[in-house]
């Protein structure tokens, strides 16, 4: 006798039910166990260890924007600096040179060298002279 092949899905369907039922039981066991008493402390915002104060929707300077960018294009170079430091004795020898790997990571760091000696004499990383305005 030959099992139909939609049995074969039986095992997947098993943890999909079972994964399902466990954040189910999950979530109303914490409502049945857990406390529901709401009080202006409970209800109070709280950030940080710093009392609320002001609106919400204040304007942030671009310095912070312009900081948060440079800081993801940096981690990314960094990224992209870590496969090659893990293989730079397997890297083969094109052009008849074998610091062909190096000499190309070099010329990189220094297009990363340039755009961080630009952002410093912008003056974007400078925050005691926050003007406002790049």
Request: proline fraction near 3%.
């Amino acid at each position: 006798m030959k099992i139909p092949y939609i049995w074969q899905y039986l095992p997947l369907l098993l943890q999909i039910v079972a994964a399902f039922g466990l954040g189910l039981g999950m979530a109303v066991g914490s409502w049945f166990i857990g406390r529901h008493r709401n009080s202006k402390t409970k209800l109070d915002m709280y950030e940080c260890g710093i009392e609320a104060v002001g609106d919400a929707r204040g304007r942030f300077s671009v310095r912070f924007y312009m900081v948060a960018m440079l800081f993801i294009l940096f981690d990314v170079e960094v990224v992209f600096m870590m496969p090659w430091a893990v293989i730079y004795r397997q890297l083969p020898g094109l052009t008849g040179s074998r610091f062909f790997g190096f000499w190309e990571m070099l010329v990189y760091l220094g297009f990363v060298a340039v755009g961080l000696y630009y952002i410093v004499k912008k003056g974007i990383l400078d925050w005691s002279n926050d003007k406002g305005d790049l």
